[in-house]
């Protein structure tokens, strides 16, 4: 049996060694290195000899709370048995984890995910002639509308509010673009994280109210979060979409997403 050494990793350059070993997968952990979001994340390391095989991060500003796991599934394993935040969590690992998370949490909502990516080189501009309406750059006053789309979408779609990874501070932290009709906020994208040191962006929380869909509105929030990332000096910008949502998929592949990795992501609660 492998012993490892568990200890909290403050240290900012060795997380970001570990972490760039696989950037597309880590992008978010990446961010999370950097104000405002670092002051929510804890980090426990697994440990052989010093050199760090496994990594737990417990990102607090969520609720429920998300852990995101890389590393050896070994190492994974250690950190889980001794266990690190509480009962209920959001759950972000790569599919080989899968039985050792099933080992200590009672799984829910199991999603294979797929991480998508694009750089400026990749991305394709649409064209100015798409007149499905025309996004404006949203601001913190908007988040409640924000949270009001989210919540229509998320009852239409009988998706869980849990499943919806947005706080207002995202909105003046980040970058969020919105389409409106007669006053009302019927389509909206924006960031999860910005991360200027590490010149990269997570981009997220794309919803379009029910009755509006079918008309590109999706497609443009997108593409004006993307575009602005990659004109202001972000290299890199991410996103998630589950792997068998073949029309969001196809929605990102236009815009110039690839795909960079897949993943699980779920709801879990630790096993008594």
Same mark, same amino acid.
């Given at each position: ?6 200890s =909290? ?26 104000p ?17 095989e ?9 609720? *429920? ?5 890389m590393g050896?599934?070994?190492?994974l ?5 001794h ?9 972000n ?10 080992t ?6 199991v999603?294979t ?5 694009? =750089?400026?080189r ?5 064209s ?9 750059r949203?601001?913190g ?20 509010m ?5 706080? *207002? ?9 919105g ?7 019927i389509?909206?994208a924006? =960031? ?10 997570a ?6 109210? *029910?009755e ?10 997108t ?20 792997k068998r ?11 110039g997403?690839? =795909?960079?990795t897949e ?10």
């Amino acid at each position: 049996m492998t012993i490892y050494a568990l200890s =909290t990793l403050t240290d900012d350059h060795q997380l970001r060694v570990f972490l760039s070993t696989d950037t597309d997968y880590a992008a978010y952990a990446l961010g999370d290195l950097e104000p405002p979001y670092d002051q929510h994340a804890q980090w426990v390391a697994a440990s052989q000899k010093g050199a760090v095989e496994g990594l737990a991060l417990l990102y607090t500003a969520l609720d *429920p709370p998300l852990l995101f796991l890389m590393g050896d599934v070994p190492a994974l394993s250690a950190i889980l048995m001794h266990g690190v935040g509480p009962d209920r969590i959001v759950f972000n690992a790569r599919l080989e984890v899968e039985g050792v998370l099933d080992t200590f949490y009672d799984l829910q909502l199991v999603k294979t995910m797929l991480r998508m990516r694009v =750089t400026s080189r990749e991305f394709r501009p649409l064209s100015e002639e798409d007149d499905s309406g025309k996004p404006e750059r949203l601001s913190g006053k908007d988040a409640d509308a924000i949270n009001s789309l989210h919540e229509v979408a998320s009852e239409h779609d009988k998706r869980s509010m849990d499943d919806v990874a947005f706080v *207002p501070a995202m909105v003046d932290q980040g970058v969020y673009f919105g389409i409106r009709e007669d006053g009302q906020l019927i389509a909206c994208a924006g =960031t999860h994280l910005v991360a200027k040191r590490a010149k990269l962006a997570a981009l997220g929380n794309v919803v379009v109210h *029910p009755e509006q869909r079918r008309r590109g509105l999706g497609r443009r929030v997108t593409h004006a979060v993307a575009r602005h990332l990659l004109d202001s000096e972000i290299n890199l910008v991410v996103l998630n979409v589950e792997k068998r949502n073949a029309a969001a998929v196809k929605l990102y592949e236009s815009l110039g997403f690839g =795909t960079g990795t897949e993943y699980i992501e779920g709801i879990a609660a630790r096993r008594s």
